[in-house]
């Protein structure tokens, strides 16, 4: 009794503003923050790192804090950075700002100013130079769904909690300011032990979701050939199962968005492939394109994705289902119906049809191989991809750079629960660098395989020394062909070739003697087999980085095509006037 009565007082004894924040970061299930460490915002730090489940991860910079903290949201569902007022602001939000565009929750947190500095008209370091303090929010307005500037104690509870549970609804990015010298004062506001959030579900209008589906099962009854094609925000609506249950129950053939890779499984038998108009999975663009009707769920049609807007897409064959809204052809269209329970209810009226699937299964030819490279040939770059093919399993996750990787990890055979992610919508070269250092330490279950660029690498490439400091046992996959390849094949040019860095060397560097580090230079298929052989080993705990030395004009067949196809949707001229 004694006990109950202790513990019941201990909940209200106040707690601090930085231990309130630590603890609201743990209960959403962030285990891991990174950061860069600046005078605004290292007493906040203090209060982070005193938190037993929160570890704090310092970054090179801010940018790939960032990147990490979109990295790790994908594995773990939400992710969370901290870095300092305005200089660290400003360099972090290229990555936030991809992350919105990504639709993942990941808490930016910023020390800022001293609250007594706010309305006096003086001037800070850190700023621009003006006594306006509210640059750097104003500059987060369009990249997040929320923004919170803390400089007070009386509603720091109120902003915090709000803020974070915007993320977690909206699945976008949020941003929080604390003034530097409140975190570690009490309040009565903060307990110990925060009240864990409750989320209100989102339920479906149940008039307008039997609506949707009477009106959708009429529609695709009418079809001979439909197809089933997922896209990029079955993530956000949290609908993957839900897909799969409507795939099982109507026979037709999945295909999946390029940048919905990872969110269907490709072990499920009526899985044909990525539909990415003509650079589509042989056999995959033609069955959806000449189709009587297709599905997308969650699809993002912009210029990459479409190929230069060059899909043979008809809208009114198409029923496009978006996170919370059902548009039919040209019309109708139902709001208010959210994806998940649109698809079950729909699985339960949909009439099985199969005959588009019997369509692929009849044209359908197994890719070929490709030919193998003669003794100390130069590798060639089908010929790895073939190799890493190999390597997957479900203990795996691929991450692709922006670049050739788009194509060439496009083509991967992904086994069941074998992870997959990359940056489309957003394509932020150097994204992955970090983004592989935040997958892997939410997701150590898996062992993480990026293939990066050597331009793309050049951007974010210090982080690789945060990996071998927290001890992540990655394989990085350095495709070095001498430039910017993905841009070459849009528009060439002098500035799309670079200064060729001895990166094994630089990775020794960062390494200087300490942790687990296994580096490799190759250039024949031979070495390459033999550096898979060590990988799966000997360093099979190891971070291992490979530098893959490739013909500067050694590229996919699709990022010929699409290249030529961007360059014209590009090079359009204006409109007459």
Not at 215 to 221: C, I, N, S, Y
Not at 546 to 563: A, I, M, N, Q
């Amino acid at each position: 009794m004694e006990d109950n009565k202790q513990s019941r007082l201990t909940r209200h004894v106040p707690s601090t503003l930085g231990r309130h924040v630590a603890r609201r970061l743990v209960q959403i299930g962030v285990r891991d923050i990174f950061g860069v460490p600046g005078d605004f915002n290292l007493t906040l730090l203090d209060h982070l790192i005193a938190e037993p489940g929160l570890n704090f991860i310092g970054c090179c910079n801010e940018l790939n804090a960032g990147y990490a903290a979109d990295g790790y949201a994908r594995a773990c569902g939400v992710g969370a950075c901290v870095v300092t007022f305005t200089v660290g602001g400003l360099s972090v939000i290229n990555a936030i700002a991809g992350a919105y565009s990504e639709n993942l929750p990941v808490i930016c947190i910023v020390g800022g100013p001293n609250s007594n500095d706010y309305g006096t008209n003086r001037i800070l370091h850190h700023t621009i130079g003006l006594p306006d303090f509210s640059q750097e929010m104003q500059c987060f307005q369009t990249v997040t769904c929320y923004q919170a500037v803390v400089n007070n104690l009386e509603d720091a509870h109120e902003q915090i909690d709000t803020a974070i549970s915007t993320a977690l609804k909206e699945s976008k990015p949020v941003y929080i300011s604390i003034s530097c010298n409140l975190s570690a004062i009490p309040h009565p506001t903060f307990s110990i032990e925060p009240v864990p959030y409750f989320l209100s579900p989102k339920v479906s209008n149940q008039l307008a979701l039997e609506a949707a589906v009477e009106a959708t099962a009429t529609f695709l009854g009418k079809a001979v050939k439909p197809v089933l094609v997922g896209g990029p925000k079955l993530r956000v609506a949290k609908a993957q199962k839900a897909f799969v249950q409507l795939a099982d129950a109507c026979g037709y053939p999945v295909a999946v968005m390029p940048s919905g890779k990872g969110m269907v499984p490709e072990h499920h038998p009526q899985f044909i492939g990525t539909y990415w108009g003509a650079i589509s999975t042989n056999f995959c663009g033609e069955i959806v394109e000449s189709a009587d009707a297709y599905l997308f769920a969650g699809p993002i049609f912009n210029d990459y994705s479409t190929v230069g807007y060059s899909l043979l897409i008809k809208k009114e064959k198409a029923i496009v289902v978006q996170p919370n809204r059902v548009t039919i052809g040209n019309g109708p269209s139902f709001g208010w119906v959210f994806m998940a329970d649109f698809f079950i209810a729909l699985a339960a009226k949909i009439k099985k049809n199969t005959t588009a699937l019997e369509n692929y299964n009849r044209i359908y030819v197994p890719p070929a191989m490709p030919v193998r490279n003669e003794d100390h040939e130069p590798i060639r770059v089908n010929i790895l991809f073939k190799h890493i093919q190999n390597m997957l399993n479900g203990e795996k996750a691929v991450i692709a750079e922006t670049g050739d990787s788009w194509f060439n990890c496009q083509k991967l055979h992904l086994p069941e629960n074998c992870g997959y992610e990359f940056q489309m919508q957003y394509g932020s070269i150097g994204w992955s660098v970090s983004a592989t250092l935040g997958y892997a330490q939410a997701a150590q279950d898996k062992r993480v395989i990026a293939c990066i660029g050597d331009g793309s690498f050049q951007v974010t490439a210090q982080d690789v020394s945060t990996m071998i400091r927290n001890g992540q046992k990655s394989i990085i996959f350095l495709l070095n062909n001498s430039g910017y390849t993905i841009k070459v094949e849009i528009h060439d040019g002098p500035y799309n070739v670079i200064q060729n860095w001895n990166y094994t060397a630089l990775v020794e560097a960062m390494k200087n003697g300490e942790g687990k580090c296994w580096t490799c230079k190759v250039r024949t298929e031979e070495e390459s087999l033999e550096a898979i052989e060590t990988i799966n080993g000997d360093e099979k705990d190891s971070l291992c980085f490979v530098e893959v030395v490739l013909h500067k004009d050694d590229t996919s067949k699709e990022l010929l095509e699409w290249g030529s196809r961007v360059a014209s949707a590009n090079s359009r001229p204006p409109n007459p006037q």
